[in-house]
């Protein structure tokens, strides 16, 4: 009976995941805002906008999870991005799109850390023996299975509604459904250690929480190292819907459609593709650790992830490149996130992890919101290709000067 509300418990976390991803938008995303006139430089203000706001929210949303409970912060969460979608439905200019980009932020902030948190305090509670990168793993997996759906399913609403824009709406009903998923969790990964909210008791721990980790070397070194490669991934990743679009148009795959619906099918079938093999990369993850050590498996996806891009920058124009690296790039992540997580977990204590995993994902918003608009600028000043070259340049430089510094490649 316990093994099978374990397995109902775990099931779970894995439909949060699918749930969360199906954003049918988001293949679609920076096509959708192009055709309403913003530019590149805009798209790199976009992101910046997003960035800081999880900057600025992500440790007091960690704070609160850890103090005041988890599932309450998940539920703040989902209404965040609820009201997002909404506004991006309604909105036609670019000011208008600043707001709806906060309050994603505001929602990705609120969301960051606290279910991995949640997890991994399910699986300590219950003294489950299955490495956390394994569980963490599937789990992972199922979000980017749901992004294959989302991909595909995402190319029929195209051709059904009549703008992009529908988009948004769409994705709110699986989001209302993780809503009420997440309400269905046992209490006791709530885990609330205060039920008084206080400025003063809010303020003290959030200054705890920052001061851990800047004492602990070796979580200090983890989040850098893993902030630092999310920043240059998702850096590059938002670019890339341009490119794809600028290449597709000019291959007629269904000759009986126009340009622009053969570029939507393209658009949908390649994101699948990457999200379906992401999904697998993620689950067998773990199985690397029985051959290799973490530190070199994580500092080998860097590695191959800067020489991709630069390997890119070259070949921008070559279908073919462009396919196999930008698969390469989502594989290497994926290989690398349960990794990561796995090692910030067994290395955070337990009542510090959703903060600790907060402080990630800000380490890696005000990187993002510092380089993506100096991007962006690039990109429109000069060339997409001169952009990928810098990044990948730079990840490649990293990568040697802590080898050369460590015998070990950790990054």
């Given at each position: 009976?316990?093994?099978?509300e ?27 805002l ?29 704070v ?51 279910h991995?948190a ?70 006791y990964?709530n ?41 240059g ?14 290449i ?42 029985n ?5 070199i ?115």
């Amino acid at each position: 009976m316990e093994a099978l509300e374990h397995k109902k418990q775990i099931l779970k976390f894995e439909l949060y995941g699918f749930l969360k991803n199906l954003r049918f938008f988001e293949p679609f995303l920076w096509v959708y805002l192009i055709a309403t006139g913003v530019s590149f430089t805009q798209i790199g203000i976009l992101i910046a906008v997003r960035e800081i706001i999880i900057y600025i929210f992500e440790i007091p949303s960690g704070v609160l999870a850890d103090r005041y409970g988890k599932k309450t912060e998940l539920i703040f969460c989902f209404v965040f991005y609820i009201i997002s979608f909404v506004i991006f439905f309604i909105g036609n200019d670019f000011y208008i799109f600043v707001i709806a980009m906060a309050l994603y932020g505001l929602g990705e902030a609120f969301r960051s850390g606290t279910h991995k948190a949640m997890i991994m305090s399910y699986l300590d509670i219950n003294d489950i023996k299955e490495s956390k990168s394994k569980i963490y793993g599937r789990t992972r997996s199922f979000s980017l299975f749901g992004s294959t759906v989302s991909s595909l399913a995402a190319i029929i609403f195209v051709f059904i509604f009549p703008d992009l824009s529908w988009l948004f709406i769409i994705a709110i009903i699986p989001y209302v459904l993780d809503l009420l998923l997440i309400i269905s969790y046992p209490n006791y990964l709530n885990e609330k250690q205060d039920d008084t909210f206080t400025m003063k008791g809010f303020l003290i721990e959030n200054i705890n929480s920052i001061k851990y980790v800047f004492k602990d070397k070796k979580v200090l070194k983890l989040l850098i190292g893993s902030a630092s490669y999310n920043a240059g991934f998702k850096s590059i990743k938002d670019y890339i819907q341009p490119i794809i679009i600028s290449i597709t148009l000019s291959v007629i795959l269904f000759s009986n459609m126009t340009a622009e619906d053969n570029t939507v099918i393209y658009i949908g079938v390649i994101y699948a593709i990457l999200y379906l093999s992401s999904a697998f990369a993620s689950m067998n993850a773990y199985k690397l650790s029985n051959y290799f050590s973490s530190d070199i498996v994580t500092g080998i996806m860097w590695l191959l992830s800067g020489i991709s891009f630069v390997i890119l920058s070259f070949y921008i124009e070559k279908v073919i490149v462009l396919a196999i690296v930008f698969l390469g790039v989502y594989i290497f992540l994926n290989i690398r996130k349960p990794l990561i997580i796995e090692k910030i977990g067994n290395t955070t204590a337990s009542n510090k992890r959703a903060s600790v995993l907060s402080i990630e994902s800000q380490f890696t918003s005000i990187l993002i919101a510092i380089f993506a608009p100096i991007l962006g600028l690039i990109a429109d000043s000069y060339s997409i290709s001169l952009m990928l070259f810098i990044v990948g340049l730079v990840m490649i430089t990293i990568y040697a000067l802590r080898v050369l510094d460590s015998k070990v490649s950790i990054i």
